[in-house]
Nanobody, 125 residues
Framework: QVQLVESGGGLVQAGGSLRLSCVVSGRSFGSYAMGWFRQAPGKEREFVGGISWSGAQTSYTDSVKGRFAISRDNAKNTVYLQMNSLKPEDTAVYYC??????????????????WGQGTQVTVSS
């Protein structure tokens, strides 16, 4: 059974930074593409960004390009989301997800096989 556990969320002022981590159990982490999604109150869950199994390819939604960066450490079964220049509109529950396909990270939720429980990020103005 694959389990994903996010951490690193919290309350931060606008302009600040946070780094989220997602630890994945199981021996196949190195073959998964990983995605980060978020869901704000009253809104649908949306793609934030993703990274291929090797880390060579990343993809981001337009609203976070230049501010957020995704990386991974396959030796630690961990994927990271570095968030800089945070804005109040970044407030949401952030989820990591694993895609066993492993290639270019998809922005589609239904492409992902496993999900974490989420971590709250709140950005105050």
């Amino acid at each position: 059974q694959v389990q994903l556990v996010e951490s690193g969320g919290g309350l931060v002022q606008a302009g600040g930074s946070l780094r989220l981590s997602c630890v994945v159990s199981g021996r196949s982490f190195g073959s998964y593409a990983m995605g980060w999604f978020r869901q704000a109150p009253g809104k649908e869950r949306e793609f934030v960004g993703g990274i291929s199994w090797s880390g060579a390819q990343t993809s981001y939604t337009d609203s976070v390009k230049g501010r957020f960066a995704i990386s991974r450490d396959n030796a630690k079964n961990t994927v990271y989301l570095q968030m800089n220049s945070l804005k109040p509109e970044d407030t949401a529950v952030y989820y990591c997800a694993a895609d066993s396909d492993g290639g270019f990270p998809s922005s589609r939720m239904d492409e992902y096989d496993f999900w974490g429980q989420g971590t709250q990020v709140t950005v105050s103005s």
